[in-house]
């Protein structure tokens, strides 16, 4: 049996024109809906199958404000069976501050008989972009982490765990549980919640809990936008008829002869 | 003095390290005048090709501390971050870099969680010169590059990673002569546990090497259907490059996920990028922004992909891309 606890963030869908808050401390998310990175998308993926065949359970946890019990609910909806949200303001979280609370919520529920063998995340979240909370929770934890895996199996108390390598090979890691993993996206296809699914999702009780400690802070002085590019594009032509302006240009790059 | 992880492949010092070690000595010269910046060191961990020391020494570093030992031999986060820690402890660096790759970023992140300080990925610029005793400010990449935030460094050493292509890799006019200093740190046992047990060679076709290559032919939306990448494949073979794709032509099933360019996939810097039908969203933008000239095809002359090309052509992808291949063949006679 292997309980897998996994952890998402909500954040601000910034696939379109992105805008800043008046104080330039967040992204201003008033006209644009929230989501969570793809790579959490398929961290959920991950731990529900893994709890599936192993028969064990699917926790989902995030630390953010009330309404990131959408995304907690998105997650029960596609089999995760129960829920943690570390109500908070993220702003003012660091990558130690939220690796800080979630070791503190995985001792918690420890001490009251819910182990995690396997703590999967994101390989880093989609607005901050820090890159580490999952390898300092496995500091915080005293767990071996392996980072930007595309697949998790578990057999016998041993994690595998594929992503690709710097050189674009195949690399592999065997670790023993308990672990922490962090998933980037590509390896499984996230499901999308059946009917059934969600309406069970309805019936689950979030855990909702305070931080534990006062934030350290993420020492953001504030958010600026990159300086608009001009737009100085030369248009070489229209439909095939561009075509030798295309080569020439080529040639003149020296990518062909 | 400042500390570089320098990546190596085959042949030596990674293009990117060679950034990363640029962007270091630019941050060492400007402090050099109240001579609290000082030099630059890199160090090394497992392979050091021939070499790799001299090429180094020409873009600035005065040693490279190369970690040696069976311990090193695989990679793994944490192991290859306690040989960092050693070296920065043997020559008390006060910043610590490393290029924001996702080896950088992983080796990094174990390096400042061991010494319980923060860490800045993705740094782009620092607004104001390193300054041991003074605050230091860091401009880095959030939101996939869409936004910018400025972060305070207060812990020492700084430990940041440096966004490719923040600057461009430049060798000094006079030269260095770095000198080579092998090291073997003693390992704690739990640091060993999470490594690297086997590599297998990955996809057998030209993604692979997407992220170094010369030039790289994008598809999107625009190709309309798994079928719809003939004339693309063709164009990237014609010209010795790889195809990428945007994030849709992955979630539609129409290619794999490793082809992917963009937030989520690889980050491309050939010299020329031929995005086809691909409007070009943020997201994307993030991964292909560091190509040196972009030549867009697009029906829509408004796409964001278009107006911030260098150049481009209006017109369907699927007539403009075959007829430039059958023009090349042309010409090739």
């Not at chain 1, 195949?170 to 919640?193: D, K, Q």
């Not at chain 2, 032509?249 to 980050?267: C, D, I, K």
Request: aromatic share 4%; with cysteine.
């Amino acid at each position: 049996m292997t309980n897998v606890l996994v952890c998402i963030k909500r954040v601000p869908d910034s696939s379109g024109e992105v805008l800043l808050t008046a104080d330039a401390q967040a992204v201003d998310a008033r006209y644009v809906g929230f989501t969570v990175s793809a790579h959490e998308s398929c961290a959920v993926e991950l731990a529900v199958r893994i709890a599936a065949a192993g028969g064990g359970a699917a926790t989902v946890l995030a630390l953010g404000p009330a309404e990131a019990v959408e995304q907690l609910r998105a997650a029960l909806g596609v089999g995760c069976t129960g829920a943690v949200l570390v109500e908070a303001d993220p702003v003012g979280f660091g990558p130690a501050d939220v690796a800080r609370e979630i070791a503190a919520v995985v001792a918690a529920h420890e001490a009251a008989g819910r182990t995690y063998d396997l703590i999967l995340l994101g390989n880093d979240a989609a607005d901050t972009g820090d890159f580490q909370v999952g390898i300092r929770l496995a500091y915080e934890l005293g767990r071996p982490v392996v980072n930007g895996i595309n697949t998790v199996e578990v057999t016998d108390g041993v994690v595998t765990a594929r992503g690709a390598g710097a050189d674009g090979g195949i690399e592999t890691y065997r670790v023993p549980l308990p672990a922490v993993a962090t998933v980037l996206e590509g390896g499984v296809e996230p499901r999308y919640p059946t009917i059934t699914g969600r309406m069970k999702a309805k019936k689950i009780t979030v855990e909702v809990v305070e931080p534990r400690w006062e934030p350290a802070g993420s020492a953001r002085v504030r958010l600026t936008l990159p300086p608009a590019q001009p737009n100085t594009v030369e248009v070489l032509g229209e439909g095939t008829a561009a075509a030798p302006a295309v080569v020439d240009l080529l040639r003149g790059l020296g990518v062909t002869r | 003095m400042i500390l570089v992880f320098v990546e190596t492949d085959g042949s030596g010092a990674t293009e990117a390290s060679l950034e990363t070690v640029t962007f270091a000595r630019d941050l060492a010269t400007s402090e050099s005048a109240d001579g609290s910046g000082g030099p630059v060191h890199a160090v090394v961990v497992g392979a050091l090709p021939d070499g790799t020391v001299e090429a180094l020494g020409g873009y600035g570093v005065t040693e490279v501390h190369h970690a040696t030992g069976e311990a090193f031999s695989a990679y793994g986060g944490a192991v290859w971050a306690a040989a960092i820690q050693a070296a920065h402890l043997d020559s008390a660096a006060v910043a610590v870099t490393a290029t924001g790759s996702p080896r950088g970023n992983e080796v990094l992140a174990h390096l400042a969680a061991r010494l319980g300080v923060a860490m800045a990925a993705n740094v782009v610029r620092c607004p104001a010169p390193f300054a041991v005793a003074q605050p230091f400010v860091v401009s880095r990449q959030v939101f996939g590059g869409a936004v910018l935030e400025e972060m305070r460094l207060d812990d020492r050493p700084a430990v940041f990673s440096v966004a490719g292509h923040a600057v461009e890799g430049a060798p000094l006019a006079s030269p260095t002569t770095a000198t080579l200093r092998e090291f073997s740190p003693e390992v704690a046992e739990g640091d060993l546990v999470a490594r690297v047990v086997s590599t297998e060679p990955g996809e057998p076709d030209r993604s692979g090497s997407l992220r170094s290559a010369r030039v790289v032919v994008g598809a999107g939306r625009g190709a309309g259907s798994a079928d719809g990448f003939d004339g693309v494949v063709e164009l990237a073979g014609l010209l010795d490059g790889s195809l990428g794709v945007s994030r849709v032509v992955t979630s539609l099933g129409w290619r794999p996920h490793h082809e992917q360019v963009g937030q989520t996939g690889s980050r491309i810097s050939p010299e020329l990028y031929i995005p086809c039908g691909i409007s070009g969203a943020i997201q994307h933008w993030a991964g292909c922004a560091s190509s040196k000239t972009i030549l867009a095809i697009n029906t829509d002359a408004d796409a964001p992909m278009v107006t911030r090309a260098t150049y481009a052509v209006i017109g369907d992808m699927h007539e403009v891309v075959p007829a430039i291949n059958e023009e090349i063949r042309r010409r090739r006679g």
